[in-house]
T-cell receptor, first 113, second 114 residues
Framework: DAGVTQSPTHLIKTRGQQVTLRCSPKSGHDTVSWYQQALGQGPQFIFQYYEEEERQRGNFPDRFSGHQFPNYSSELNVNALLLGDSALYLC????????????FGSGTRLTVV | QQQVKQSPQSLIVQKGGIPIINCAYENTAFDYFPWYQQFPGKGPALLIAIRPDVSEKKEGRFTISFNKSAKQFSLHIMDSQPGDSATYFCAASLKGGGADGLTFGKGTHLIIQP
């Protein structure tokens, strides 16, 4: 039973560049949420996608955007990268909008230099 | 604004001991309180969760105690083992996370010594 799959696992980008991270949800899950985890901190909610629409959004600027595809997979895009965007980006999948029982992926480690 | 405060930041316990991790929340509208375990290089994994209508929940060696009036909840790990060494996060959400996602504490780095 495949869990949540994220790619790539590691990424190094230069300040000002743009990045796209990808997530395939757990089989049977239709909702994808993205979180940012800075070193030594708890994950912070970025946004949630359900039925190909952004349903909820945390306190993140518009440089952070996303997309959900008909097969429920999702992308996170970050434009105009800042050094402070360096973090572990986690994708979590679940069923519907209840939010119970999130399954997290192992994340993408983004380093901005 | 941190809505979930977690303590201690780090904890060392001997094998067989009972580590206790505490969390306090501010938003009385929270109605779902999960605990997650995270190993290095991995994403958080759900351990156990509780709703505010119960004061205690046990699953295997893990127990959540919940005090609604004090707006506090805690995780107890019975008969702790070296394999329990990990970072633990408490979290809280509105309506099970469907609105505004999960709000996490800053984490507790737990070491169980053999």
């Amino acid at each position: 039973d495949a869990g949540v799959t994220q790619s790539p696992t590691h990424l190094i980008k230069t300040r000002g560049q743009q990045v796209t991270l990808r997530c395939s949800p757990k089989s049977g899950h239709d909702t994808v949420s993205w979180y940012q985890q800075a070193l030594g901190q708890g994950p912070q909610f970025i946004f949630q996608y359900y039925e190909e629409e952004e349903r909820q959004r945390g306190n993140f600027p518009d440089r952070f955007s996303g997309h959900q595809f008909p097969n429920y997979s999702s992308e996170l895009n970050v434009n105009a990268l800042l050094l402070g965007d360096s973090a572990l980006y986690l994708c979590a999948s679940s069923v519907g909008l209840s939010g119970y029982g999130y399954t997290f992926g192992s994340g993408t480690r983004l380093t901005v230099v | 604004q941190q809505q979930v405060k977690q303590s201690p930041q780090s904890l060392i316990v001997q094998k067989g001991g009972i580590p206790i991790i505490n969390c306090a929340y501010e938003n009385t509208a929270f109605d779902y309180f999960p605990w997650y375990q995270q190993f290095p290089g991995k994403g958080p994994a759900l351990l156990i969760a509780i709703r505010p209508d119960v004061s205690e929940k046990k699953e295997g060696r893990f127990t959540i105690s919940f005090n609604k009036s004090a707006k506090q909840f805690s995780l107890h790990i019975m008969d702790s083992q070296p394999g329990d060494s990990a970072t633990y996060f408490c979290a809280a959400s509105l309506k099970g996370g469907g609105a505004d996602g999960l709000t996490f504490g800053k984490g507790t780095h737990l070491i169980i010594q053999p």
